[in-house]
């Protein structure tokens, strides 16, 4: 008799007990990864959103190692931007594209304009520079990065789309 009870609470709890299938805990790990995308790509704009962005820092991180190469080296140093081209050329050979798909808006001095439609940003060895602003744009966001003349600080926020 107590081996008969015994058998039948053990076959009794283990009907009784519940689970969780791996099929079931994937399908919510998937429907979870599926909305953080959707909410993710909505913060961001989107791609273009992350394209416009990163360009930008892109931008800025050049920007600031022509301005720490010429405190480095003692000497001047230039980074030119092609909004036509849509590329950029910064000190010891470094280059880059811009996607097409962004705007360019680059303000700065136009006595450093090697060819026309070309913009340029020049680094003194004391860390001054000519000052500048290179706005990236995609549809109505915008970000800004600038140059400060008299220090040479770099930096990088949103903005509102110049037209």
């Known amino acids: 008799m107590a081996a008969q009870r015994a058998a039948s609470i053990v076959s009794g709890g283990a009907r009784a007990a ?12 998937a429907i979870i ?14 791609f273009a959103g992350i394209q416009l962005r990163s360009s930008a820092k892109e931008i ?9 190469q010429a405190l480095a080296k003692g000497q001047p140093q230039k980074f030119v931007i092609d909004p036509r081209a849509h590329t ?4 010891e050979d470094r280059k880059g594209d811009i996607p097409r798909k962004l705007g360019i808006v680059f303000t700065g001095t136009r006595g ?3 060819r ?3 913009g340029a940003i020049l680094f003194f060895p004391d860390g001054a520079s000519t000052g500048g602003r290179v706005q990236l744009q995609s549809g109505k966001a915008a970000w800004n990065v600038d140059v400060a003349w008299l220090t040479g600080e770099v930096t990088l926020k949103r903005a ?4």
């Open 18 to 29: 519940g689970g969780v299938t791996l099929l079931e805990m994937l399908l919510v790990v």
């Open 160 to 163: 509102e789309r110049l037209e």
């Open 116 to 118: 026309a439609g070309e």
């Open 112 to 114: 450093l304009q090697a």
């Open 88 to 91: 950029w050329r910064a000190a």
């Open 33 to 46: 990864a599926a909305a953080s995308l959707l909410a993710a790509g909505t913060l961001t704009g989107g």
């Open 60 to 68: 800025a991180a050049n920007l600031r190692y022509a301005r720490a």
